[in-house]
């Protein structure tokens, strides 16, 4: 009763992170790999400046506007080009000739994905070429099947799902919010111990003067403020899995196993900070937010990646990070079938 009539506490365990999933959601719902591609700029040098070639033809249809548009192209000089390329207004140069050729530049290293996927464009449009002008030469009566068959994509590999969580490196942002509740819950249990001690508030030495034995009510104590913390996190974990529609997985029991301990750990914490010496009530509290928060940080909460430079530079930090082993609980949950990497953490 004493922790639902704290607002603050209130406000931190279950509307805070209420909130920032509502704007994690905001933010990322708009995010996806087909919106995120864009026309690449280009500059196309003919070999006439007035030329109607098959390659002329193609670019046209490629620059045409609209939300499948491949190029940005611009049809110039090879100066003009070059001086474009070497301003970084462009991505490459195409060449018109009896094949085409690609020109870009070492110094855009931001733009190497656009890079290669023009080497690949022109590595295609030359063999598909070469194929048609050997087939025009040798068998003119198969011009027909042979451009409706370049027309078509034809795929080699096929995508087969192993689970049926989601991949999106989004979602790791949710599974680091709910760390942070778990982590937030120490706050309840610092409270405990320094309700416990006669030299940091009244109601400890009226507890150290009193005929029940300290294990029974400090064990009812902890018990309550970990069934409201538990409670918290499961309104934030029910409001992301139904209200928002995050994929943690199909496995609502381990799901909800990951919650327990990591509120257990949380509420734990909070007791050891709570229990260090005779440091004064506000600096066990400022100890317990740096620690938890820089456990948040270090564990993706605020940059996506960060877990991962870690877990190549420092790899045994992630094995001891409360934050990092509940979100890597997640997502092992989301990704593997084994549940080997689940127990670990």
């Not at 931001?110 to 030469?137: G, P, T, W």
């Amino acid at each position: 009763k004493q922790l639902f009539r704290q607002k603050a506490t209130l406000f931190w365990n279950l509307l805070f992170p209420i909130a920032l999933g509502t704007m994690f959601y905001v933010a990322f719902s708009g995010l996806s790999s087909d919106e995120m591609f864009h026309a690449i700029p280009v500059a196309v040098v003919l070999a006439e400046e007035d030329s109607t070639s098959m390659f002329r033809e193609l670019v046209d249809s490629l620059n045409e506007p609209g939300d499948d548009r491949f190029f940005d192209a611009v049809y110039t000089t090879e100066e003009e080009a070059l001086s474009l390329l070497e301003a970084k207004e462009i991505t490459g140069i195409l060449y018109e000739g009896s094949s085409i050729s690609l020109a870009v530049s070492a110094e855009m290293s931001s733009v190497r994905l656009e890079q290669s996927i023009l080497s690949c464009f022109v590595e295609q449009y030359n063999m598909q070429h070469d194929a048609i002008e050997k087939i025009a030469a040798t068998h003119p009566e198969n011009m027909t099947a042979a451009i409706e068959m370049f027309r078509k994509d034809t795929f080699y590999n096929a995508e087969t799902s192993y689970c049926d969580g989601d991949m999106d490196e989004q979602i790791t942002y949710f599974f680091n919010l709910i760390a942070m509740s778990c982590l937030f819950a120490a706050s309840g249990g610092m409270q405990i111990a320094i309700k416990n001690q006669a030299n940091l508030s009244h109601l400890g030495a009226r507890k150290c003067v009193s005929p029940i034995p300290r294990a029974i009510s400090l064990l009812g104590t902890l018990c309550a403020t970990f069934l409201y913390q538990y409670l918290c996190i499961l309104v934030g974990l029910f409001y992301m899995l139904f209200g928002l529609g995050i994929n943690f997985g199909n496995n609502m029991g381990y799901i909800l196993l990951t919650a327990f301990l990591g509120c257990l750990t949380g509420v734990s914490f909070g007791f050891c900070i709570g229990s260090i010496g005779h440091l004064s009530e506000g600096l066990k509290f400022g100890i317990q937010m740096a620690v938890s928060m820089i456990c948040c940080f270090l564990s993706g909460l605020m940059v996506g990646n960060i877990r991962i430079l870690i877990e190549q530079f420092c790899p045994w930090f992630n094995q001891i990070n409360p934050s990092a082993l509940i979100s890597d609980s997640f997502y092992s949950l989301t990704v593997y079938q084994s549940h080997s990497r689940y127990f670990q953490n």
